[in-house]
């Protein structure tokens, strides 16, 4: 039985479709590097936000969104925002350890700064998949470059199962606290 060849995607394919990937490494970094410091306390105002109610948004697809909404105190004292929103929804009454941002407040902890982490891993393994195939407009397993296949097949399987890793350890870490 004969086999059958493929042919191989153009350069325009292979570019556009790392311009994608890279598209994609850009979106989920811009959202998960900026947080890691705040959801590690390393940057931001640090305090408690004392959950008094809950803030509903509803899509127009019918989802509903629940956040927690309260007041934040500085633990300096130095700052009260009454009208302070997180995600997720937690307990009335419950205060939640939190940094302020100049844009959000996020959620101190293991589990949220792991999750954050989770995501900044997936951002690489996309970015090392997307930047070398609209650089050069080759495929990634492109046998005229062995050397720099294989350290690229390294970073992005590192960056995958790093990334698969902490998010486990992020829901498990979750589930326990």
Do not use: H
Request: charged share 15%; hydrophobic share 45%; net charge positive.
């Amino acid at each position: 039985m004969a086999k059958r060849y493929r042919t191989p995607p153009s350069s325009a394919a292979v570019r556009f479709g790392g311009a994608a990937m890279l598209l994609m490494a850009v979106l989920i970094g811009s959202f998960c590097v900026p947080a890691l410091p705040y959801a590690s306390g390393l940057a931001g105002t640090p305090g408690t936000l004392t959950v008094d109610g809950y803030k509903y948004s509803y899509s127009s697809r019918g989802g509903t969104t629940t956040s927690s909404r309260g007041t934040f105190r500085s633990d300096d004292g130095g700052t009260t925002d009454p009208k302070a929103v997180v995600e997720p929804e937690y307990a009335l009454g419950r205060r939640v350890t939190v940094s302020r941002a100049p844009w959000t407040y996020y959620v101190v902890g293991p589990a949220c700064f792991l999750g954050w982490l989770a995501g900044t891993a997936f951002a690489v393994c996309f970015l090392t998949f997307g930047l070398p195939a609209l650089v050069f407009g080759a495929r990634w397993n492109d046998r005229t470059r062995p050397k720099a296949v294989r350290v690229q097949v390294k970073i992005a399987v590192s960056s995958f199962y790093g990334a698969v890793g902490v998010g486990a350890l992020a829901v498990g870490v979750a589930v326990v606290t």
